[in-house]
T-cell receptor, first 113, second 112 residues
């Protein structure tokens, strides 16, 4: 079973605050991803990384930023949260060739007041 | 880019019956097609996947079929059980974009 952890699970915070969502995996996977998902809706890729010091933006435009300083850690940061950022954020990782199984964490449900 | 369409959006079946969910994709370069099950409050969990060089794959009660010519793939669940109730997502990996594109999901309800 995949070991990928996201914290916090839930966050309710006021507008303008800086937020960092944490994602860690213990499998040594080189590829990691961030998806945004509104409840019951499809997943949209917002960021991905194919290795340390490598980050790219996904198809869905996002005001968030990411960093990949260590293989196991892929945090997502919002410098100034707004109500439009309210959503669920899912982190995933995969190994090996492109187009392989992605393993997901349980997500962070973010609410901006 | 890739576009994945998934049908139906909701599906209710009686326990013991079969369920079928269908997806179509647009990018002929897509070569990997996973299916995920998402339960309430949890992240998506991979349940089965198929690559473009295979037409069918089965794992116990779950099977996936792929028709590359028609660009569609389907999930088949036999002998459904109440614990199969969840949202199911199909996805397609485009080799050119190097990204997974997800369908819009199917809420499956298995009635006891």
């Amino acid at each position: 079973e995949a070991d990928i952890y996201q914290t916090p699970r839930y966050l309710v915070i006021g507008t303008g605050k800086k937020i960092t969502l944490e994602c860690s995996q213990t499998m040594g996977h080189d590829k990691m991803y961030w998806y945004q998902q509104d409840p019951g809706m499809e997943l949209h890729l917002i960021h991905y990384s194919y290795g340390v010091n490598s980050t790219e933006k996904g198809d869905l435009s996002s005001e968030s930023t990411v960093s990949r300083i260590r293989t196991e850690h892929f945090p997502l940061t919002l410098e100034s949260a707004r109500p439009s950022h309210t959503s669920q954020y899912l982190c995933a990782s995969s190994e090996g060739q492109y187009g392989g199984p992605q393993h997901f964490g349980d997500g962070t449900r973010l609410s901006i007041l | 880019g890739e576009n994945v369409e998934q049908h139906p959006s909701t599906l209710s079946v009686q326990e013991g019956d079969s369920a079928v969910i269908k997806c179509t994709y647009s990018d002929s370069a897509s070569n990997y097609f996973p299916w995920y099950k998402q339960e309430l409050g949890k992240g998506p969990q991979l349940i089965i996947d198929i690559r473009s060089n295979v037409g069918e794959k089965k794992d116990q009660r779950i099977a996936v079929t792929l028709n590359k010519t028609a660009k569609h793939f389907s999930l088949h669940i036999t002998e459904t059980q109440p614990e199969d109730s969840a949202v199911y997502f199909c996805a397609a990996f485009s080799g050119s974009a190097r990204q997974l594109t997800f369908g819009s999901g199917t809420q499956l309800t298995v009635l006891p």
